[in-house]
């Protein structure tokens, strides 16, 4: 069973809606509400819904969340916030669900965008000091599960830093951290004043984890600035600055864009051909795998021999004018392809497609360090139901991004690892002659790329 812990404090519009939702789901046995010393009827609301209401031990949330926590009967505890709305029924079975299959933290993610202090604070902190974060949507969300044995283990910060510091506490000890998604959520906004102490608390809590993890230093800044700089393709990024229309076109770029392959040509350039071609076209484990051991190539390559093998490569004959033709026609145009950011961003500017998408090398002082970061663009979202890395959920994102499925996409691509995506649109198209099944999955072969213009 699950015990519903909900920190409040002058929440009297919401709450008994919060507590009435909590009570319907048949997994729930408790929902405790800790009062922060409420001014207005949020108690007595919340009592009359079926809570059972406790007053906090000492003013803050985190020290609420501490207080349900001691209180709490179940292995299994779920925190909400007491102004939502518009909660979806499933949300308590899905958490519930996340942690039977084995997690230990549980975070969940909404159909909105991160509020000011999460886009201007949060997020950038923590991109520059623990990255491997910094794909959570709502890290500073309130909506939160996890084993009662494993949460009475973290340190609650008593304030606004609570929710940042369990997510980065969970992670510095170990937990398996799942993040789900439980729709769309309505949020009361903040006050200014409240947003200004928010935003200082949060920063706080970061960065006196990073300290403690030995990650506050200038080098790593350096670091997160370059990796920041590359970032511009993932999914907040892309869906802040790139108008989605209804007409979507996406492109590979090896072979397909390009003539050749941007990291053999980067491995012939820098005299590491042969260490390339014992993993490239390598069935190993997975596409992340995969990636990752290529990645470890170029380590200690400059980061202007990237670009420069980016710029000077070849284009298939056509393929500027196709896109920008299509571009008229009115479609979105994106470059989608499983090498890295920094080359397809040279490319989407050669060919003016709207965007680029690729996996994000890291650079210190200019020079690569082999290590690679998935793009969460390719990371499974509801699209392909083989691969976890795969270029058919960049769809689902872009689907996600613009609330609806579009009423055209066209795919082209050359090899394999385009077979997913191609199958999941109706208008395919294979180019090349690399990948006799990606051919034989195709709407038409293209000889060119402006040949395509009269297909679609």
């Keep these: 069973m699950l015990s519903v812990v909900i920190p409040i404090l002058n929440e009297a519009d919401t709450i008994a809606d919060v507590v009435r939702f909590a009570r319907r789901n048949p997994l729930v046995d408790e929902v405790l509400v800790i009062d922060d010393g409420s001014t207005d009827e949020s ?16 003013l803050g949330k985190g020290v609420s969340m501490h207080d349900g926590l001691m209180l709490a009967r179940n292995d299994y505890v779920a925190f909400l916030d007491g102004d939502l709305r518009g909660l979806d029924e499933t949300l308590l079975d899905q958490l519930y669900a996340a942690l039977q299959d084995g997690a230990d933290f549980v975070k969940a993610r909404f159909g909105r965008s991160g509020g000011r202090v999460t886009e201007l604070t949060a997020k950038p902190l923590l991109k520059a000091f623990f990255p491997e974060l910094s794909s959570f949507q709502q890290p500073l969300g309130g909506i ?15 304030g606004y830093g609570a929710d940042i510091g369990l997510l980065i506490d969970a992670h510095l000890a170990g937990a398996r951290i799942v993040e789900v998604d439980v729709g769309q959520i309505e949020h009361d906004p903040q006050p200014l004043a409240n947003l200004a102490r928010m935003a200082t608390e949060v920063s706080r809590v970061i960065f006196d984890r990073a300290e403690q993890a030995g990650r506050y230093d200038i080098a790593t800044l350096r ?28 492109f590979d770029m090896d072979g397909t864009l ?4 941007f990291a053999l040509e980067l491995a012939r350039a820098t005299g590491r051909e042969a260490a390339l071609l014992r993993h490239l076209d390598q069935p190993e484990a997975d596409a992340a795998t995969r990636s990752s051991a290529i990645a470890a190539v170029f380590k200690d390559v400059p980061q202007s021999e990237f670009i420069r093998v980016a710029k000077t490569m070849p284009l298939r004959s056509g393929a500027a004018q196709t896109l920008i033709e299509l571009k008229k026609r009115g479609y979105t145009v994106g470059v989608v392809s499983d090498s890295y950011f920094i080359a397809a961003e040279v490319v ?25 970061r998935i793009n969460p663009f390719f990371q499974a979202s509801h699209g392909c139901q083989l691969h976890p890395v795969c270029k058919r959920n960049v769809l689902s994102h872009l689907e996600n991004i613009a609330g609806q499925r579009f009423e055209q996409v066209l795919v082209v691509g050359d090899g394999d690892n385009d077979l997913c995506l191609l199958r999941a649109v109706h208008n395919g198209f294979a180019i090349g002659e690399r990948s006799p099944a990606l051919r034989a999955a195709a709407k038409a072969h293209l000889s060119d790329l402006p040949a395509l213009l009269d297909l679609c």
């Design 348 to 372: 989407r500017r050669r060919v003016f497609a709207h965007f680029g998408l690729g996996h994000i090398m890291q650079f210190e002082q200019r020079q690569a360090t082999g290590q690679l």
């Design 223 to 250: 670091a997160a600035a370059e990796e920041e700089r590359q970032l511009s393709a993932e999914i907040e990024q892309l869906a802040a600055r790139v108008r989605l229309s209804s007409k979507l076109a996406l």
């Design 43 to 58: 108690a007595s609301l919340a009592l009359a819904a079926g809570a059972q209401v406790f007053t906090s031990s000492m």
């Design 258 to 261: 390009l003539e050749g392959r």
């Design 144 to 158: 939160v599960a996890g084993r009662r044995d494993f949460l009475l283990g973290l340190y609650i910060e008593d």
